[in-house]
């Protein structure tokens, strides 16, 4: 039992390992030449004008993840179009059962006016 702990442990300091050998080779070979235009907040040279934090409309967030959200929702109906025949009744029943809930909370979604943009 031991054992399968020990082999993860030196997985993990294996990749830390690499991890900072690839930073410290970074560091020693890229070029360092630090001027007072370069450590600006800005490198094009420009004076900064006003906060760099500027309100939004929450709604803009929220649609756009709502977006992703659907999206990426899917991508997962190509894939399972494409193996259907062989997956049989039992998957076609649970892709419609997902695709209910996609559009369960697509219709919630639309009765709480997220999907209003302004």
Same mark, same amino acid.
């Given at each position: 039992?031991?054992q399968? +702990?020990?082999d993860? &442990?030196? #997985?993990?300091?294996v990749?830390?390992?690499? $991890?900072? *050998?690839?930073?410290?080779?970074?560091? @020693?070979?890229?070029?360092?030449n630090?001027?007072?235009?370069?450590?600006?907040p800005?490198?094009?040279?420009?004076?900064?004008?006003?906060?760099?934090?500027?309100p939004?409309?929450?709604?803009? +967030?929220?649609?756009? &993840?709502? #977006?992703?959200?659907?999206?990426?929702?899917? $991508?997962? *109906?190509?894939?399972w179009s494409v193996? @259907?025949?062989?997956?049989?009744?039992?998957?076609?029943?649970?892709?419609?059962?997902f695709?209910?809930?996609l559009?369960d909370g697509?219709?919630?979604?639309?009765?709480k006016?997220?999907l209003?943009w302004?």
């Amino acid at each position: 039992m031991l054992q399968a +702990y020990t082999d993860v &442990l030196i #997985f993990l300091l294996v990749g830390a390992g690499f $991890v900072v *050998l690839n930073m410290a080779l970074g560091r @020693l070979l890229r070029p360092h030449n630090p001027y007072p235009e370069k450590l600006t907040p800005y490198e094009c040279g420009e004076v900064p004008v006003g906060e760099g934090q500027v309100p939004f409309n929450i709604r803009y +967030y929220i649609f756009a &993840l709502l #977006f992703v959200v659907f999206d990426v929702e899917v $991508v997962f *109906l190509f894939p399972w179009s494409v193996v @259907l025949r062989d997956l049989g009744l039992y998957a076609f029943v649970l892709m419609v059962i997902f695709l209910v809930m996609l559009v369960d909370g697509l219709v919630y979604a639309w009765k709480k006016g997220v999907l209003r943009w302004v």
